[in-house]
């Protein structure tokens, strides 16, 4: 059982949209909609941003969206803000187990 | 309100056993999964198990023969230990709440907990 693939890094501009991706197998991402999505800042515990695929908590903005197509997710957030400018890790059941993505630190230019 | 809130040691020797227990305060105890994750300094994470209140447990294949997560209903408590540590083993480690029955994910967190391990 690998981690799930996410880029190391993504930037964007204020304003702008941003996707980063998380790539797994047909027996995680793409086999159950149990995909979620944390936002970490530095020293903190990670925050639940996006549950069962695309499915926003309450006091999550709307800026935060999430999206599968096969054994990939992805999580898209626009409106670029500089608070913005931490990690994300996608995590996704697989039965038995669970796999988190290996992180992606987003740059607000 | 929920919370999660975990103790333990901080600092071990190689070969010794870590040991962290995580309290959760407010909210149903056993309705909910429970669960441990970590983080080396800079890195990812890392889910290592889980526990519901039936004592059924889970665990990261490639720490499976280290790893005992138990559970103490009557304190609402959760605990992890860990044998045999390395400097490898080195991590924050986070407590952590799951809420399952057609759904999946980690809701609430402790504060996580940095243990160290060297001689």
């Known amino acids: 059982q690998s981690a799930l693939t ?14 980063i991706s998380c790539t797994g197998t047909s027996s995680d991402v793409g086999g159950y909609n149990y995909v979620s999505w944390y936002q970490q800042h530095p020293g903190k515990a ?64 | 309100q929920v919370q999660l809130q975990q103790w333990g040691a901080g600092l071990l020797k190689p070969s010794e056993t870590l ?6 305060y407010g909210g149903s105890f056993t309705t909910y999964y429970w669960n441990w994750i970590r983080q080396p300094p800079g890195k990812g994470l890392e889910w290592i198990g889980e526990i519901n209140h039936s004592e059924s447990t889970y665990y990261n294949p490639s720490l499976k023969s280290r790893v005992t997560i138990s559970v103490d209903t009557s304190k609402n408590q959760f605990s ?5 540590v390395t400097a490898a083993d080195t991590a924050v480690y986070y407590c952590a709440r799951v ?5 999946y994910y980690f809701d609430y967190w402790g504060q996580g907990t940095l243990v160290t391990v060297s001689s």
């Not at chain 1, 800026?63 to 997710?73: D, E, L, P, Q």
Request: aromatic content about 8%.
């Open chain 1, 6 to 19: 996410q880029p190391r890094s993504v930037s964007g501009s204020p304003g702008q949209s941003v996707t």
């Open chain 1, 46 to 109: 990670p925050k639940l941003i996006i549950y069962d695929v695309s499915k926003r908590p309450s006091g999550v903005p709307d800026r935060f969206s999430g999206s599968k197509t096969g054994n990939t997710a992805s999580l898209t957030i626009s409106g670029l803000q500089a608070e913005d400018e931490v990690d994300y890790y996608c995590c996704s059941y697989a039965g038995k187990y669970v796999l988190f993505g290996g992180g992606t630190k987003l740059t607000v230019l």
């Open chain 2, 99 to 103: 809420t399952g029955s057609g759904t």
């Open chain 2, 80 to 84: 992890l230990k860990l044998s045999s």
């Open chain 2, 19 to 24: 040991s962290l227990t995580c309290a959760v």
